[in-house]
């Protein structure tokens, strides 16, 4: 009986190499499921825990259910927080509390900078909360900073009152705010030509993942068939074939 031929130039694969192997990709299968899961928790978790420090402090201390319970209870400045909001709400509507409020904007009106602060900071409140014109829910297409060269932005609001007046040119204007990456939170704010301005049909929020991850996180476009997202073990054979290129 023939023996079966063996190439003396192949060597088998070491049984503990593909064990680490198969580790390694475990490790990147877990972690693509639990980061996303981990960093939302933890960031939900520092916000409530922000919230707490602020509010308790202010909070009598036998209105307090740690001084009852002894244990640090995380959430309960939050709802401290909520109940405070909903009651000066409800005051705010009434005779009484709108006399109030009038009286201390008239008594805030008479200083010098804390009125600059205090009006600036309502208006921009009364902009995001009450306005019911449209703003920031249009992602859009600008050539930042110069001819040639695209950015990502968020449509305001058109240019009202003195700006779009004296812009030297016939067509309206928008305000467009182009956020940076990674922290879309701070920007610029510009003023475009409606005609400069190309609106795109993605949403606020998929243009926000991708100014967050630097162009990394595309969204599906509108109308093409989604691609189903990888299981388990699709995910480990990726992660296997990213090890395999990476060893050469």
């Not at 939900?44 to 319970?69: C, K, M, T």
């Not at 900078?113 to 297409?141: H, P, W």
Request: net charge neutral; aromatic share 10%.
């Amino acid at each position: 009986m023939l023996e079966p031929f063996e190439d003396p130039n192949h060597s088998p694969k070491p049984r503990k190499h593909r064990l680490l192997t198969n580790l390694r990709a475990s490790f990147l299968t877990g972690l693509v499921v639990i980061a996303p899961i981990g960093l939302t928790i933890y960031l939900i978790w520092s916000v409530v825990g922000w919230i707490d420090g602020f509010v308790l402090p202010l909070v009598p201390a036998r209105f307090n259910p740690e001084q009852y319970i002894g244990i640090n209870l995380r959430g309960v400045g939050v709802i401290f927080f909520l109940l405070f909001t909903i009651f000066v709400g409800w005051v705010a509507k009434g005779i009484i509390g709108r006399s109030l409020i009038n009286a201390a904007e008239e008594l805030v009106g008479q200083m010098p900078v804390v009125r600059s602060i205090y009006n600036g900071l309502k208006q921009i409140a009364e902009t995001v909360f009450a306005q019911q014109d449209t703003s920031f829910d249009k992602a859009c297409m600008i050539e930042y900073p110069r001819r040639g060269v695209w950015a990502l932005g968020f449509i305001s609001t058109p240019a009202k009152g003195e700006i779009n007046r004296r812009a030297p040119t016939e067509d309206d204007l928008l305000s467009v705010f182009v956020p940076t990456t990674p922290n879309p939170t701070s920007g610029f704010l510009l003023y475009f030509p409606r005609r400069d301005v190309i609106e795109l049909d993605m949403s606020v929020e998929d243009a926000a993942k991708l100014v967050i991850s630097a162009g990394l996180v595309y969204p599906p476009e509108r109308g093409a068939a989604p691609t189903p997202a990888p299981d388990g073990g699709e995910l480990v054979k990726i992660n296997e074939k990213a090890v395999a290129s990476t060893r050469g």
